[in-house]
């Protein structure tokens, strides 16, 4: 096989991406590690190389594209600027990988003919599980990214693959269109998976191998701002592939949400959900 494209979009995560990189072990992959500076500064762009190393590609954008644009702007660079661009692995700046991982997700592609994508078991840094494959309730509207089920340790397909760690093959990628820019962060991978469907092709959960997760490290898990993108994203996801009769059900769990931040007196966040619902009406894209 040829070469993986190891892709990371960074923001704000030079702390972390050293160890990232230092991580990857592969004894029968070659790697090339391509990495945007979202939203470069001179700051950012002297400490992610002082991170990283002078032999990594980087390039920059002045402004934060997002993450599915900012993925989108690496991807289409790799494939003007690199040959045989046959593999995609898209990595969060802030995991761990572990010793052959992208050859076991290599392999899981390779042996199941409409597979496209593939993600491995994610954990965080105290080993619990934060992802062990995904199912979508469409009759609730919810998306479960640790689902009971009974083949849990085996390799299967899942509703959609976790963007903190997956290998995509490169032609299905571009086939669908890529990332989905209006969303700008949160919702991507779900967003994808189903234009995947689409057109056969599908998402595989591999838990034979291992990647470590610092969550939430460059956005806390109850900012105003995920909190907004979380609710604007969640409602346009269910509102566009959504398979329940309920016009009420894409709303479901930002209402939820909503019950859980009044519980803690989380008034600002409870602000942005509801902005983000009424954004989500009027057809608002993008960021805030």
Not at 215 to 236: A, G, V
Not at 245 to 256: A, G, I
């Amino acid at each position: 096989m040829n070469k993986v494209f190891i892709m990371i979009v960074n923001y704000k995560s030079e702390e972390v991406i050293g160890n990232a990189l230092k991580s990857f072990d592969e004894e029968t992959i070659e790697i090339e590690t391509v990495i945007l500076d979202n939203g470069s500064t001179d700051e950012s762009y002297t400490a992610l190389r002082k991170a990283v190393g002078e032999d990594i590609d980087i390039i920059r954008t002045e402004d934060n594209l997002g993450y599915s644009a900012g993925a989108n702007y690496l991807v289409n660079y790799v494939k003007s600027n690199y040959e045989h661009v046959e593999y995609l692995f898209f990595f969060n700046p802030d995991a761990i990988a572990t010793k052959n991982m992208i050859a076991s997700l290599y392999e899981t592609l390779s042996t199941n003919e409409s597979a496209v994508a593939v993600s491995p078991l994610i954990l965080d840094m105290k080993d619990n599980k934060w992802f062990s494959g995904t199912e979508i309730d469409w009759n609730k509207c919810a998306i479960n990214n640790n689902p009971n089920v009974e083949n849990a340790d085996e390799i299967r397909e899942i509703d959609t693959f976790n963007g903190c760690a997956v290998l995509m093959d490169a032609k299905a990628f571009f086939e669908v269109g890529m990332f989905n820019e209006d969303l700008f962060i949160y919702y991507d991978e779900p967003f994808l998976s189903m234009e995947f469907l689409k057109k056969g092709y599908k998402s595989f959960y591999n838990p034979k191998t291992v990647v470590y997760h610092h969550i939430s490290y460059s956005s806390s898990p109850h900012s105003i701002f995920k909190t907004y993108l979380m609710t604007k994203n969640h409602i346009h996801f269910f509102k566009k592939y959504g398979k329940s009769k309920s016009f009420l059900c894409p709303y479901y769990n930002p209402l939820r949400m909503q019950v859980f931040f009044l519980k803690r007196f989380m008034f600002s966040n409870i602000y942005h959900s509801f902005k983000g619902m009424y954004h989500e009406f009027i057809g608002k894209k993008g960021a805030p």
